[in-house]
């Protein structure tokens, strides 16, 4: 079982970005999938899940902002990213849900996301 | 500032125990089950306790949940140097919006 994240970068503020998490060892379709992010020397904060049956739900920081999608037969997730913020900096994590217990249980390396000028 | 409330950081000498606590309300922890996380600086967090008092496998028995009323608490016996990182509580918030939330993070140090 395994998340991979790609698609960071550095980025102006006002720009987009679109994260990727490539998973494998597991059936997409069959789990919530979620997006966390953490700035440097900063704690976890939850950015944003996809249900099995594709329901979305938002923090307020990035409501109106950030998309989350899926792709099941590609075994992939994603985050668009728009309007991005000096504030957005952070790594960001892809974490799985399991429908048997109430936890993330498997989570990716993290991708790096620099908003600056 | 986070939803969830815990200290900044413990310390005990190895051998003792831990615990570090979690502070929410009713929308929280007050009614879902609670998750703890443990990460190792430049690493990944790592499940450590799910549905507020079960391991997953792999992990020792000596990483215990509870929970009590709006609180919940997790507890290390036996510390190790191993064990020093950062540990987040976690939960399901549905006051506003449904979404997960997390605690600020405690940095547990093995002196």
């Known amino acids: 079982v395994q998340l991979v994240e790609s698609g960071g970068g550095l980025v102006q503020p006002g720009g987009s970005l679109r994260l990727s998490c490539a998973v494998s060892g597991f059936t997409l379709s069959n789990y919530d999938m979620h997006w966390v992010r953490q700035a440097t020397g900063k704690g976890l904060e939850w950015v944003s899940v996809?249900?099995?049956?594709?329901?979305?739900y938002y923090s307020g920081s990035v409501k109106g902002r950030f998309t989350i999608s899926r792709e099941n037969a590609k075994n992939s997730f994603y985050l668009q990213m728009n309007n991005l913020r000096a504030g957005d900096t952070a790594v960001y994590y892809c974490?799985?849900?399991?429908?048997?217990?109430?936890?993330?249980?498997?989570w990716g390396q993290g991708t790096t996301v620099t908003v600056s000028s | 500032q986070s939803v969830l409330t815990q200290p900044p950081s413990v310390s005990a000498a190895p051998g003792q125990k831990v615990t570090i606590t979690c502070s929410g309300s009713?929308?929280?922890?007050?009614?879902?089950?609670v998750s703890w996380y443990q990460q190792v600086p430049g690493t990944a967090p790592k499940l450590l306790i799910y549905d507020t008092n079960k391991r997953p496998s792999g992990i020792p028995d000596r990483f215990s949940g509870s929970k009590s009323g709006t609180s919940a608490t997790l507890g290390i016996t036996g510390l190790q140097t191993g064990d020093e990182a950062d540990y987040y509580c976690?939960?399901?918030?549905?006051?506003?919006?449904?979404?997960?939330?997390f605690g600020g993070g405690t940095k547990l140090t093995v002196l």
């Open positions: 976690g939960t399901w918030d549905k006051s506003l919006s449904v979404g997960r939330v």
């Open positions: 009713s929308s929280n922890i007050g009614k879902n089950y």
């Open positions: 996809i249900g099995a049956g594709g329901d979305t």
């Open positions: 974490a799985r849900e399991s429908p048997y217990l109430d936890g993330l249980d498997v």
